[in-house]
C-alpha cells in the first residue's frame, strides 16, 4: 500500500511519542512502537540493513536502495524520536525533580494499559509462553531494583552504554533512560545534550547504531520462529517494570553525585498513605487514567492502519 504524506506525519508523531518516552527513566519507546502498530516493521526495517543492501545501491542505484531500505519510514520516524527525545530530555529533567509524583503517574497508567494491548496479542498460550512472561517479569523487575553507577563519561564507556541502552529501548517495558541511569550514563548524556558536545554525542549515537544493528536481528529472528513466546517475554518485560515508574517512593540511601548535591540512591515502592509529606493523591489518579487512555488513542490509532 502506498503511504501519502499524512501517513508519514503520523508516524512522526509515534516517533514523538516514543522519543519522549525514551527520555524518562522507566518508561520504553519500544512500548509506544509496539501499541502503536509499528513495531514489527521498525524491527524489519532496522535489520534489513545489512551488505547485500548496499550491494543493491551500487548495482541498481539510489532509488532502489531507498525503496529497499524503507527510507521514507525511517526518515519520518527518526526524524520524531530525534527532535522529541533532545527536547523532552529537558522538561522530562525538571518534572522528575519537581513533580515526580504526577509524571510518574501519567507513566504508570501508560505502562499499566500496555500490558493488556501487547499480552492480547498472544494466540496461543502454553507452559513455554507462561514461563516466558514469567521470566520477562523477574528479568525486568530485577533490573528495576538496581542501583544507580557512578557516574561516567569516557568515550568508550558512552559508546557501550549507547549500544547496550538502544537494545533496551527497543523492547517493550525496558526502559533505554532506566539502563542509562543504572550505568551511570544518564547525566553525562544529558549534560552532552545541554552543552552542544557534539564529540560525546557521536560516540554515544555510533554506539546506538552499532547495537541497534546487531540486535534487530536477533529481535526479526525471535519474532519469526517463536513469535507467541517473544509477545510473552515483551509482556513479562512491561509487567517487571511497573515497579521502575511507581509514584510513591522511598528514599532507602543517598550518595553526592559530581557537582556535590546529594540525591538518592536507592529507593523502594511503598503505599501512598505511606508516603511523608503530600501524596498528591487525586491528582495522580486522575493523570494515571490520562495515560492509561492515551494508550488506548495510540492502540486504536495503530489498529486502524494495520
Same mark, same amino acid.
Given at each position: 500500500m502506498q503511504r501519502r504524506f499524512l501517513d508519514y506525519l503520523i508516524i512522526s508523531f509515534k516517533g514523538i511519542a516514543m522519543g519522549a518516552a525514551d527520555a524518562v527513566p522507566g518508561v520504553s519507546g519500544g512500548t509506544i512502537a509496539f501499541i502503536s502498530g509499528i513495531y514489527e516493521e521498525l524491527i524489519n526495517t532496522i535489520s534489513n540493513v545489512n551488505k547485500s543492501l548496499f550491494k543493491t545501491l !551500487?548495482?541498481?542505484?539510489?532509488?532502489?536502495? *531507498?525503496?529497499?531500505?524503507? +527510507?521514507?519510514? #525511517?526518515?519520518?520516524?527518526?526524524?520524531?524520536?530525534?527532535?522529541?527525545?533532545?527536547?523532552?530530555?529537558?522538561?522530562?529533567?525538571?518534572? !522528575?525533580?519537581?513533580?515526580?509524583?504526577?509524571? *510518574?503517574?501519567?507513566?504508570? +497508567?501508560?505502562? #499499566?494499559?500496555?500490558?493488556?494491548?501487547v499480552g492480547k496479542q498472544i494466540t496461543k498460550w502454553n507452559l513455554a509462553t507462561l514461563l516466558a512472561l514469567l521470566i520477562g517479569t523477574a528479568l525486568a523487575f530485577y533490573i528495576s531494583k538496581l542501583p544507580s553507577m557512578a557516574t561516567n563519561g569516557s568515550s568508550w564507556f558512552l559508546f557501550l552504554a549507547g549500544a547496550i541502552a538502544i537494545c533496551a529501548m527497543i523492547l517493550p517495558g525496558i526502559s533505554g533512560a532506566f539502563i542509562l541511569v543504572v550505568l551511570g550514563a544518564y547525566k553525562s548524556l544529558s549534560d552532552a545534550i545541554d552543552q552542544w558536545d557534539f564529540k560525546k554525542l557521536?560516540?554515544?549515537?555510533?554506539?546506538?547504531?552499532?547495537?541497534?544493528?546487531?540486535?534487530s536481528h536477533i529481535l526479526k529472528w525471535l519474532f519469526k520462529h517463536y513469535h507467541n513466546i517473544t509477545l510473552a517475554l515483551l509482556t513479562g518485560f512491561i509487567i517487571g517494570s511497573l515497579n521502575t515508574v511507581w509514584p510513591w517512593k522511598n528514599t532507602v540511601s543517598w550518595h553526592t553525585n559530581s557537582k556535590g548535591k546529594i540525591v538518592p540512591f536507592l529507593q523502594e515502592s511503598i503505599s501512598p498513605f505511606n508516603f511523608e509529606g503530600n501524596n498528591q493523591l487525586l491528582f495522580a489518579i486522575i493523570l494515571l487514567i490520562l495515560g492509561f487512555l492515551t494508550i488506548f488513542i495510540l492502540e486504536k490509532i495503530g489498529s486502524k492502519k494495520n
Open positions: !551500487l548495482n541498481k542505484g539510489f532509488k532502489v536502495f *531507498w525503496k529497499q531500505l524503507n +527510507g521514507h519510514f #525511517l526518515v519520518a520516524l527518526l526524524l520524531g524520536i530525534v527532535l522529541s527525545f533532545v527536547s523532552f530530555m529537558k522538561l522530562a529533567k525538571y518534572l !522528575l525533580e519537581h513533580h515526580p509524583i504526577l509524571i *510518574w503517574s501519567f507513566f504508570f +497508567g501508560l505502562i #499499566l494499559a500496555s500490558i493488556f494491548f557521536m560516540v554515544f549515537i555510533c554506539g546506538a547504531i552499532v547495537g541497534l544493528l546487531s540486535f
